[in-house]
């Protein structure tokens, strides 16, 4: 769908074309045909069409490897299987796919970049194992220029996880992502520093609950008896955004990433008597290697 709402484009790779379908009429037409109201030529295997908010669309050419820009109320005006809306062409370096400009999605695109994500990239960054890595390119669409590319400019390239497929892409102001998770959303306790205690249950079951933050954990030890069930619960009270602890006991395998306020709980059987060191497993401040306590199970008799 075009911004405005006006056009809805569709291209199928095996045409060199692009249909402009006008929405208006999807509703009246006896003929389907009859709401296709331009078809212009645009290049071999076109795909995905996205837009800049100033009546240009931009098409992915699956076989000729390309971006293609064309004006959209030009294509309307000119005959079928006409090549003269076409602005300009830029090279990318594989077989594209999906294509999206900053918030073509929405009535309010910025104009200003266009990924360009793969379909099929074989050979343009080393393989690391059986897997290549896949592909997108970062292209510059602000500038209208009466050039070969039509002023589309290639900024940059990067290797990227399989399969990329597809993308939204929106200015920054729009993505307000919380910065630490909200502790009403836990049915466990949040552990505050004070709130760092074992509970005896019954003769077999031990309740530890300890506070998490750089760069100790709320309990130095942990002393509990062969064969005790350990539920444990712990809280990174951290307020600060990205400080990430996490607490393990290898021999009893646990492994626990905790974000700012997250709460995690865990059982484990204390089944063997020993020392067990319980230490972070998330570089968290210069004391990292000192965060760390101790697991003491003592024998049954
Ligand atoms: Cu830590």
């Not at 692009?18 to 078809?39: F, N, R, W």
């Not at 992915?60 to 062409?89: C, N, R, Y």
């Not at 793969?118 to 009466?146: A, E, H, M, T, W």
Request: include cysteine.
């Amino acid at each position: 769908m075009t911004p405005d709402g006006n056009y809805g484009m569709v291209a199928g790779k095996l045409s060199p074309t692009v249909s402009i379908i006008d929405i208006e009429k999807l509703a009246t037409a006896d003929d389907p045909a009859d709401t296709i109201v331009g078809q212009p030529k645009v290049g071999l295997g076109p795909l995905h069409t996205t837009y800049d908010g100033r009546g240009h669309a931009y098409t992915s050419l699956f076989i000729d490897s390309q971006v293609v820009k064309w004006d959209i109320e030009q294509a309307v005006d000119a005959e079928k299987g006409s090549e003269e809306p076409i602005l300009g062409k830029i090279d990318v370096h594989y077989n594209p796919g999906h294509i999206q400009a900053v918030q073509a999605m929405s009535t309010e695109p910025t104009g200003d970049w266009l990924v360009a994500l793969n379909k099929l990239s074989k050979d343009r960054f080393l393989p690391v194992g059986p897997i290549y890595p896949d592909n997108d390119q970062l292209i510059y669409i602000g500038n209208d220029k009466d050039d070969e590319t039509g002023g589309m400019e290639l900024v940059a390239d990067h290797p990227v996880y399989p399969e990329p497929h597809d993308a939204i892409f929106a200015h920054k102001d729009k993505i307000e992502p919380a910065t630490t998770w909200d502790p009403e959303d836990y049915d466990e306790e949040f552990v505050g520093e004070e709130d760092s205690r074992i509970e005896r249950v019954d003769d077999s079951t031990v309740e530890v609950y300890a506070s998490v933050k750089r760069s100790e954990y709320g309990l130095r030890e942990i002393t509990v008896q062969e064969g005790d069930e350990v539920d444990l619960t712990v809280t990174n009270i951290e307020g600060t955004q990205d400080i990430v602890h996490g607490l393990a006991i290898p021999e009893h395998d646990v492994n626990l990433a905790l974000a700012p306020q997250d709460t995690r709980s865990v059982t484990f059987t204390a089944d063997e008597p020993g020392v067990y060191w319980v230490y972070c497993t998330y570089f968290c401040s210069a004391l990292h290697l000192e965060m760390r306590s101790r697991l003491i199970v003592e024998p049954a008799d």
